[in-house]
């Protein structure tokens, strides 16, 4: 496994200098210690990792030889990558979770890997929930039983990150975190003293992971971690180490650090730059002579578990094992592109003899054919301008089209779920009313909302900072973790990113957590792993993995910079592929987190910060009436004005409209509620066709969320036709809100700000 891992390297590397793969990153000089790893890796336990990890996907069974070079050249077809049907660089795998109606598959029979990235350190978050879920699982009875997801919490979670970036802040906030809940995590740090050409001393505390952490280290009657230091080339000295380490891991949940050592890179970082320029004559020297394949070799030899002859053969067959391979996966990456070209070619040939520039499209065709290595791009790009050339022929046009729908499916699908878990598919299920429907403040709403979810979803989960003991800084929670357990409802220290990644990895595991995020100012803390892990998660494993987790966060106008923050810009640009919910008060926030709890999809929704204390009707189907995602609602009709808005700024809406109306100009108001999606049904531009004038109303900065809105209503939904007036956006200023409440007026849209705006538009 190690020579035919190492062949892998060889040739992947080689592949890239030849111009058939455009970057490759390999796992040289790190298989035995991952040969060590997967030894102790069993059906149940989850793996969190990253770049250099081949040999560990190809020991456990989780990837072939064939399926990386696949990955190598961005085959699109997912039975060739099926960790990511050619959309992450190499050695990025993944597991399924989901079968293909959206259930989820019997993980603990499963070696599961959740899909590497390539920031650095952004697989360490996640690693917290895939760990802390066996905790869980242990402790809670009612979710025991899940036996194609637990074993009585005996998995661990297995995470590997390179000596460079441990710098990272995600990775002391991981291992503090473990550290805190004492959850099943193994974290492996391959240290080969290098992050590209920057060394340990710059990188590390007394240029050693394991010693900076020694205050970390479990004494009697303390919590903490464990610390090992292992020798990358010493395979049996690991093996006698991790079995009884991995194996007190699963049984007391103790989370441990492998510093492992004297590591190298035998090709470099990468194919795009070489090591020669940074690593001394001693240092390449130092990294052939304890090379981890060699001295596992000498050790194989030294205690004659084989001969050399049999390790000559080994090597050899390697070799030519990888070499095939290797010939197999491109063959098969060329073969549907072979097709097209031929296809178009024969496309090119009839549009030739009837077109008026024959010769230019003889010039396209040779072009095709001669391209000994054709891109599907370069496919499209000689069909298209021989179709321009020609205008009218129906086949070409048709063939065209059809290679338009395959690429798109191919290369951009997948940002949301396409199964019947979709959030789009939940059915609409309007909230009821009784006549004497009690009115309750927004706090006792939401607390009551979660009470009854808490009874009868017995996976969900809900975690934060003061989340659990007082029940969250506005009482949503105030009373449940006495009623539903620590288990279920718990505090966390205050550490937005990895609340984050917790959230993200218990979903993987089955759990339906409610991560907090305090206030919404803070979930920049938060945001790396929301928009780089949970985001793109079905996008980059082509629906294979994904994280249905709620994000729940309160914000809009308060008070001060740091409390009353609206950057919906920011949010939405950078979480496509989760939904993002902004309700106007209580009762919709439940009716929405009923519909993300029906999906197998990830959701942020923003509760109005100055929403709890407002009376709100109680209805009577509480946790079962759903709010339909993307679908905006009239609050209030009107014909002469459009107003487009969301979240807290309605109320200051509101009372412009009351005194508009006074004035004699009647007002319709549009609550969007969903800014991820955005008004499905073009609801918005149907109100404009009757009121022929739209202004778009938002806390966020100019250009933010509201130019966002303009673009949908105005570019999207074709808006502009039904114009009588220049559309408006009103918004924050560009600084932070200003403290107090003349800050809050100045800083952000009023109530005579807006009357003002469309008191101009009613003149123009
Ligand atoms: C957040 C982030 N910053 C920078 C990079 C560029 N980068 C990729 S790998 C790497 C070095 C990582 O070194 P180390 O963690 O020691 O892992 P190694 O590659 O040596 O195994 C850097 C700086 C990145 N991928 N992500
Ligand atoms: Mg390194």
């Known amino acids: 496994m190690a020579c035919l891992s190492r062949e892998a390297s060889l040739l992947g590397r080689k592949e890239v200098l030849t111009g058939k793969a455009k970057f490759g990153i390999f796992g040289d000089g790190k298989e035995v210690p991952q040969l060590a790893m997967a030894k102790f890796f069993r059906p ?109 919490g005996n998995e661990v979670c297995f995470a590997t990150i390179g000596d460079a970036s441990t710098s990272e802040g995600h990775f002391w906030e991981t291992v503090n975190a473990a550290a805190v809940q004492q959850i099943p995590l193994a974290i492996f740090v391959w240290d080969d003293g290098y992050g590209i050409s920057v060394p340990k001393k710059y990188q590390t505390t007394k240029g050693s992971i394991s010693e ?88 194989v030899l030294e205690n004659n578990l084989a001969t050399e002859d049999e390790l000559f053969a080994v090597e050899t067959e390697a070799k030519e094992f990888v070499r095939n391979s290797k010939n197999e996966a491109w063959q098969e990456y060329q073969q549907p592109i072979l097709q097209q070209v031929k296809e178009v070619s024969e496309i090119l040939e009839e549009l030739k003899s009837s077109s008026p520039v024959p010769q230019q499209i003889s010039q396209l065709q040779s072009q095709l054919i001669s391209n000994k290595e054709p891109n599907r791009r370069d496919v499209m790009s000689v069909l298209f301008k021989g179709i321009s050339l020609h205008s009218g022929n129906v086949n070409a046009q048709d063939y065209y089209e059809k290679l338009c729908r395959e690429n798109e499916q191919l290369f951009n699908s997948y940002l949301h779920t396409q199964n019947r878990k979709s959030a789009m598919l939940v059915p609409a ?54 009623k539903y357990s620590a288990n279920r409802i718990f505090d966390t220290g205050i550490r937005e990113l990895t609340i984050m990644g ?40 082509v629906g294979k993995q994904g994280a249905p987790m709620i994000v729940r966060s309160r914000g809009h106008r308060l008070e001060g910079i740091w409390h009353s923050g609206s950057p919906m810009g920011m949010i939405i640009n950078s979480l496509r592929g989760m939904y993002v919910c902004v309700p106007r008060n209580m009762v919709q926030a439940a009716g929405m987190y009923n519909t993300l709890l029906q999906s197998n999809e990830p959701g942020l929704v923003i509760e109005c910060l100055n929403g709890y204390r ?26 002469d004005v459009t ?87 009103i918004t924050g200023k560009a600084h932070r809100p200003s403290y107090g409440s003349d800050g809050d007026y100045f800083s952000k849209p009023n109530a005579e700000e807006i009357t003002e705006v469309i008191q101009k538009m009613m003149n123009e």
């Open 44 to 152: 149940g336990d989850f793996y969190s990792g990253y770049y250099r990890d081949q040999t560990f996907a190809f020991a456990t069974g989780a990837a072939t030889i064939k399926e990386f070079f696949a990955q190598l050249y961005a085959d699109p077809d997912t039975s060739h990558d099926p960790h990511s049907g050619g959309r992450q660089m190499n050695s990025h795998f993944a597991t399924p979770i989901f079968d293909e109606n959206g259930e989820m598959l019997d993980l603990i029979n499963r070696k599961n890997l959740a899909a590497g990235m390539a920031p650095t350190a952004a697989q360490m978050p996640k690693s917290v929930g895939l760990a802390l879920a066996s905790k869980l699982f242990r402790n809670n009875e009612a979710v025991r039983n899940l036996t194609h997801l637990t074993n009585n």
């Open 429 to 482: 299920v309007k909230a009821q009313f009784a006549a004497d429907a009690p009115v309750l403040n927004g706090y006792e709403v939401i607390n009551k909302y979660f009470d009854q979810l808490f009874a009868t979803n017995h996976s969900v989960v809900a975690f934060g900072e003061d989340l659990g003991f007082i029940g969250d800084v506005n009482q949503g929670f105030a009373g449940l973790q006495s």
């Open 643 to 729: 107003i487009v808005s969301y979240g807290s700024v309605l109320r200051v809406i509101d009372e412009a409209v009351k005194h508009l109306e006074q004035i004699g100009i009647s007002c319709e108001v549009v609550d969007v509620q969903t800014l991820l999606p955005f008004d499905v049904n073009h609801i918005i531009l149907q109100s404009l066709q009757k009121t022929n004038r739209i202004v778009f109303v938002d806390e966020d900065v100019p250009g933010g969320a509201a130019a966002y809105m303009f673009n949908k209503v105005m570019e999207e939904q074709g808006g502009y036709k039904y114009l009588d007036v220049a559309p408006r956006t």
């Open 614 to 639: 407002l009376k709100e009707k109680l209805p009577s189907n509480l946790n079962e009436f759903t709010v339909p995602l993307g679908v905006p609602e009239v609050i209030k009709q009107g014909t």
């Open 502 to 541: 917790q959230g993200i990895g218990l979903a993987m595991r089955g759990f339906r957590p409610i991560a907090e995020i305090q206030y919404l100012d803070y979930l920049i803390y938060g945001l790396q792993p929301l928009s780089d892990d949970l985001a793109t998660m079905q996008f980059r494993t």
């Open 212 to 299: 900076a952490l020694k205050g970390f280290q479990i004494k009697e009657g303390t919590n903490g971690i464990d610390i090992y230091k292992l020798k990358a080339w010493d395979y049996a000295g690991m093996c006698e180490v991790l079995e009884g380490a991995i194996e007190k891991i699963r049984q007391t949940h103790i989370p441990a650090l492998f510093h492992v050592e004297e590591v190298t890179q035998p090709q470099g970082h990468s194919t795009s730059g070489s090591h020669e320029r940074y690593k001394t004559a001693e240092r390449l020297q130092w990294e052939r002579d304890w090379d981890c394949i060699k001295k596992m070799k000498e050790w």
